[in-house]
């Protein structure tokens, strides 16, 4: 089974806080990946229930369908590459081949034939390896809203949270609890 764990801390940014970050990290210049999250839930919203997500990612010609659970340290995510006839069978029924998450669905007691495909976030993504963790710079589209965050990926939690906190007062950003990207979808599609 195809399991990691995530670790990571992000931060909800205003577009001039985003602007300012490009610019002091020096990747204005680069070329961000795009890449399309394709979220599906349940009607009586077991994934949620669960404290968990899931999506496939359609990043180039790549599909990984992911499923996200809460662990004491972070995420952990069960991920399957899927090919492309795969991955609209399952945009276009709600769920389709697979195993490993077929598999921790069916642990969860997940049914199925319940899951429907909810619709799709679209992120222009920027990265920076720093000491101590990865940078990442998120400009998202989705249900009309546009907003911009901050992610910082780090192989320890305690350690990466203070250097999160401290990322953010060097640059002047409030700290604020922030919803992960399903969950921000999720409150736009239901308003």
């Known amino acids: 089974m195809a399991q990691e764990l995530e670790i990571e801390f992000k931060n909800l940014l205003t577009k001039k806080e985003y602007d300012h970050l490009i610019q002091a990290f020096n990747i204005a210049?680069?070329?961000?990946?795009?890449?399309?999250?394709?979220?599906?839930?349940?009607?009586?919203?077991k994934l949620k229930a669960n404290q968990s997500a899931l999506r496939i990612r359609q990043k180039e010609n790549?599909?990984?369908?992911?499923l996200k659970e809460p662990h004491p340290?972070?995420?952990?995510?069960?991920?399957?590459t899927l090919d492309?006839?795969?991955?609209?069978?399952?945009?276009?029924?709600?769920f389709g081949p697979s195993n490993e998450v077929k598999a921790r669905l069916s642990d969860m007691e997940v049914d199925l034939e319940q899951l429907h495909y909810?619709?799709?976030?679209?992120?222009?993504?920027?990265?920076?390896?720093?000491?101590?963790?990865?940078?990442?710079?998120?400009k998202n589209q989705y249900l009309g809203v546009i907003d911009y965050e901050l992610e910082f990926e780090v192989p320890q939690k305690e350690q990466g949270l203070k250097d999160?906190?401290?990322?953010?007062s060097k640059?002047?950003?409030?700290?604020?609890?922030?919803?992960?990207?399903?969950?921000?979808?999720?409150?736009?599609?239901?308003?």
């Open 29 to 45: 210049d680069q070329e961000p990946f795009h890449q399309v999250n394709h979220y599906f839930e349940t009607s009586d919203l």
């Open 62 to 66: 790549k599909w990984v369908l992911t």
């Open 73 to 80: 340290d972070g995420l952990l995510e069960t991920n399957e």
């Open 84 to 94: 492309q006839k795969d991955a609209e069978v399952w945009l276009k029924n709600g």
């Open 118 to 138: 909810l619709g799709e976030l679209e992120t222009e993504r920027l990265e920076k390896e720093i000491p101590n963790g990865l940078l990442v710079l998120d």
């Open 164 to 168: 999160f906190e401290q990322l953010l």
């Open 171 to 191: 640059y002047k950003i409030l700290k604020q609890k922030t919803s992960n990207k399903i969950e921000r979808f999720y409150t736009q599609l239901t308003k």
